[in-house]
């Protein structure tokens, strides 16, 4: 059977303020995407051919969906400009033969309809919501698609994602039924509570279901979480704030002391349902801007005692570094790699925002080469690295240099952060991530460490990383 997916008009979450940075087809519920779980559903009711009608967003769309494999069916795609009706499309399309009955899906909705209603008749579907709204979404033949007289109209429960308050009401309506008719990701470890791997909750935490939070999540002291409140992967909510009624996405980072209601947050961009207004976070407790940059005074961010340990350990290392010196060079052919990062902290003035100062550096790994292994970050980062904290350039525990490239491609508040930090080989990532993070997840990390920074904090990391070195795993 085949399918015709509308996704060339993707509602907007908000109407004011800057655009919201997650299209809402990738909005999350339960862990999944929307737009997964609208394509598994299709699948599951016996549709093995999808022709998937883009305009906005199509790159991102694409590369998500790809060609269908990941879903057991064949996926193709037509590219529309926007505001181009895809039923008239449809008119003359080769894809669908004359009589032949077929499903149309738009993007807001998904009607939970079952294979028994699909029968030799046409069908509108309506949601059963209290404010019965059209999904959109049909079941008939071309002829019937625009001709909606020959439609029977059937009320069936549906979720929606065309404003901020559908998608936080799909979010409680989905947790009700705990995930009913959808494949969900989470282990449900007490009623109402689903809990993802590898995620940190303390003692202090107080979780008021229902919750989801998905994996490698941090979750700070005498923080109130929910009800109805999802938290996206790599997430981390400081100490001694409120969230209810609102979806974390994924890799955001909330500061401490904050009262989170009704809000859709991704990274520093904050949804405000009631007000359909998007804010970008400028207050230093959640986020740090660039214009801040021109305060950091520019001096080594080594103390003298980190770097006399350092000078005592790299003595007492020097055999094993020329030993793993030439096991990369003789038995893994590995060339020791030069490579050009921008040293931290250093001033940008607001008038010079292209300028960053650079210097060349030799490493013999990439922080991602690493892959998330202690020993490996051991091998081929702290030993080999330890003669730059002697030499007070850089910290045990900090930011990791970044190259000039992956400078470049972060966001501007994202490098007002890491411009206004102190660079360490230790981070908070290779401590808490069993594999390299990404983007996303890492931009939440930084931001959290950026806030803990303190001696007292970076014992604590110490304790952590000796205890990972021991237990032979992270996390």
Known sequence: MKAVCDFSDIPALHSQGDPFGVPSLFLPIMRKAFVQHLLEYIERLGFDTIEVYLSSYADEIEQFIGDGERWGVSISYQLVKRNVSVKNRLKNSKFLSEDEFFLYCTTQSLPLITKDILADKPLAFWSNNSDTQDTGWRWGTLETLNDETQNTSIKIDSIHISNGESYLESLRKMFSLKGKNLIVFGKEVRDGIWLGPGSKIPATCTLVPPVFISSQVSIGAGTIIGPNVELGKGSIIDSESYVTNSSILTGSYVGKNLDVKKCIVHQNQILNV???????????????????????????????????????????????????????????????????????PQKREPSQLKSVKTRNIYILR?????????????IWHLIPEIWSIAAGRRRFFGLPLKTEEEFNRISKDWQGIYLRSKPGIISEADILYREYPDEDMLFATEMFYGVNDSPRYNFTLLLRYIRALFRGRIG
Request: net charge positive; no cysteine; glycine share 4%.
């Open 274 to 344: 009631d007000l359909s207004t998007v804010y970008t976070a400028a207050d230093d407790i959640f986020l740090s801007p660039i214009e801040f940059v021109d305060t950091v005074h520019e001096k080594s961010p080594t103390p003298l005692l980190s770097r006399a340990l350092a000078l005592l350990l790299g003595i007492l290392f020097i055999p094993i570094q020329l030993i793993i010196v030439i096991i990369n060079r003789l038995f893994l052919k590995q060339h020791i790699k030069k490579i050009t990062v921008v040293p931290i």
């Open 366 to 378: 990439s922080r991602k080469g690493a892959k998330g292994s202690i020993y490996a970050h051991l």
